[in-house]
């Protein structure tokens, strides 16, 4: 994991300066729009925001379990605090997108414990255990106040939830490929993201020079936003 410092000269000033987030990523701020800081890593979070509402009405109109729309209401959770903070680049904000994140994955997390379960059950322990456990991490990590921390805690979590899904699927191998299609997804993306993360220099010469008659192609952290959103949105549904 790495924390990415931003420090081109290519940002200009914006609606939501001055910066108060730890993080800024390699986009740079306030070319687009006066309002937006990072217009590419903003926008792209409609592919979430859209993906957990179509989740939700789906489940609902199928009568499906409640534990489903809380999945993809925590999809859509995750997708509107990242569009707030990529918008704004502000510590608060910050704060809403990076926690809506373990919440998130701590509904997955639930959601792949109890999948065997009947509809009108609930495992109110394991849910219990999960929303404590995401909030002492929400907790230690404001107090903290290192992104590693949490970037970290997210990636033990979602391991977590990888592990016990495979763990699931061996005994139903029909859903195999579906699960392997949401997983590739997901690590393409977090492949991209760390390019972001790593190369930024070159990709903003890369931006500036070939690339700048197709300005979103390289915006790697933009497209880890859509693939995690497809790679999600399909692991919900296995």
């Known amino acids: 994991m790495y924390v990415p410092i931003l420090t081109s000269g290519d940002d200009m000033d914006g609606a939501w300066n001055p910066t108060t987030a730890t993080l800024d990523w390699c986009e740079a701020n306030y070319v687009w729009s006066f309002y937006i800081a990072e217009w590419w890593n903003t926008i792209s979070n409609l592919v979430m925001i859209l993906f957990g509402l179509h989740g939700m009405i789906r489940v609902y109109r199928s009568g499906g379990e409640q534990r489903y729309i809380w999945s993809f209401m925590s999809l859509f959770a995750v997708g509107f605090g990242s569009w707030l903070f990529h918008m704004t680049l502000t510590y608060p904000m910050q704060l809403v997108d990076e926690l809506s994140m373990l919440y998130g994955v701590g509904a997955l997390l639930y959601c792949a414990f109890e999948i065997k379960s009947k509809k009108s059950e609930a495992n109110y322990p394991l849910a219990a255990f999960l929303a404590l456990l995401a909030t002492l991490v929400s ?83 933009a497209w880890w936003h859509v693939l995690v959103s497809f790679g999600m949105y399909v692991h919900i549904i296995v």
């Open 139 to 221: 907790a230690t990590y404001v107090i903290i106040g290192h992104p590693v921390y949490h970037q970290g805690m997210f990636l033990f979590m979602v391991v977590v939830l990888v592990v016990k899904s495979v763990a699931t699927l061996r005994t139903s191998p029909r859903y195999w490929r579906l699960f392997a299609l949401a997983l590739a997804m997901n690590v393409l993306g977090f492949a991209l993201w760390n390019v972001d993360v790593h190369l930024c220099p070159t990709l903003r010469r890369l931006r500036a020079g070939p690339a700048r008659f197709a300005p979103a192609l390289l915006e790697f952290h």
